[in-house]
C-alpha cells in the first residue's frame, strides 16, 4: 500500500532481512503525523482511536486457521519441519503473547483472542489478524493501520520459524511485533558487547536488551523500557512519573539519533531499570516514565543499525563517536522533568556494532 497523506502502514520485522521495511522506527513510538520527528516523545505518538480501542476496553485479536502453520520451510540450504502440527498448536502461544502486554500494571492494555478464522484477507478489514508469514525465509511483521494520526487495526504476519530459532525464548518474537501494533516502534539496544556469548549475570547494569530492540533475549520477561514505552501510549489510572532531557552534540553540532540509557540507581548501590531514547533531529533527547529516584546517564551511537534504516537515512550519527557516561546521578521527581548538563560525545571508535545475520 502506498503511504498518503491520510493513511499510512507501518510493516516492521523482527530481522533485518525482512522482505518489508517500515519508514520510521525512532524513539519508542510511531508518530501521530507525516511531518513529526522521526524520534517522537510520548505527546506526539500515535494513539489507538477510542473509537476502535478506548479506555478500559479490551481488543479482540483473531487467529488465522490457514494451513500454511504446519508448512516446512528452507532457509539457507536447509529444510525445517514446522513446530505446530495445526493452527490451535499456536493458540496458546498468542494467548501468552498477549497476556505479556496485559499484565503490565502501570498500562491500560486488554487484549484477548476472540477466535480462529479459516478465510482473513490480507487488507484493511476492521480485524485486528495474526496469520503465518507463507514465504520461505524466517521473517515476521507487523501491519500499523494509522489514519489521522490514530491507530485502527493491526495486521500480524508471524513466521513459524521463529519458534524454531529462539529456543526457549520463541515466544519473544510475537511479543516484539505485538508492541509494534500497541504502537511501539524499534528501541535502542543496551550498550553491551558479546551478550550472545556472554549472558549478563544477576545485577548487571543491562539485564537485557528491551525486546522492541533487536538485540538478545535472556528473560522471558517485557524489560522495565518495553513497560514503559506501553505505560506511556496507555497508561493506566494513577500512573505517574517523570523525566529527564537534554542535548548531545558531536563535533559542535547537534548529534542526530543517538542512544541514550538512563538507569536508575538502586538502594543497594546497582543499576537497574534501565530506559532507551534517541536524540531527535536537533540533538535533544527526553527520558519519560521515570520512576523517582537518582539515575547515571549513557551516551554514544546506537549499538546495532538494522532495525533503525530511517535513522541512518536522516543522518544518525555513527562514525568516530565514542560513548560518554554522565557519573553525576541525575534526581528525578515525580511530575517534573529534570534537565541534564549537556553531552558533547568525543571521537572514538569506528563504528556502529551489527549482528550476526543467522536467525536467533
Partial sequence: MTP???????????????LLAGPASGYRFFGGTIDDSLAPVSENAAPWSPSVWGPSQTLSWVLSEAPEWTDSFEWRGETYESPFESASDVLPHVRAALEAWSDVPTADIRWRVSGMRVNLPRARDHINAIRPHVLDVPASYAAVYIEGGEILECDISFSPGHFIFFGRQRQSALVHELGHCLGLAHSAMFPTWDSALFPPEAGAVWPQDPKMAYGHDHDPRLTHDDIIGGSLLRPARGFRHGGIEGEVTFGGTAARFVRLVAARIGEDGRLGDSVSVFTDEQGRYRFEGL?????????GPMMETSAH?????????????????LLAPLSVSLGASTRAPPIALREGRGSAVRLPEEPG
Avoid at 4 to 18: K, V, Y
Avoid at 316 to 321: F, K
Fill in 309 to 325: 534504516g530511517s535513522l541512518l537515512d536522516a543522518g544518525a550519527v555513527l562514525h568516530g563517536a565514542e560513548d560518554r557516561y
Fill in 4 to 18: 498518503t497523506p491520510r493513511l499510512r502502514r507501518f510493516l516492521f520485522s523482527l530481522f533485518a532481512l525482512s
Fill in 291 to 299: 520512576a523517582p529516584g537518582d539515575y547515571l546517564l549513557a551516551a
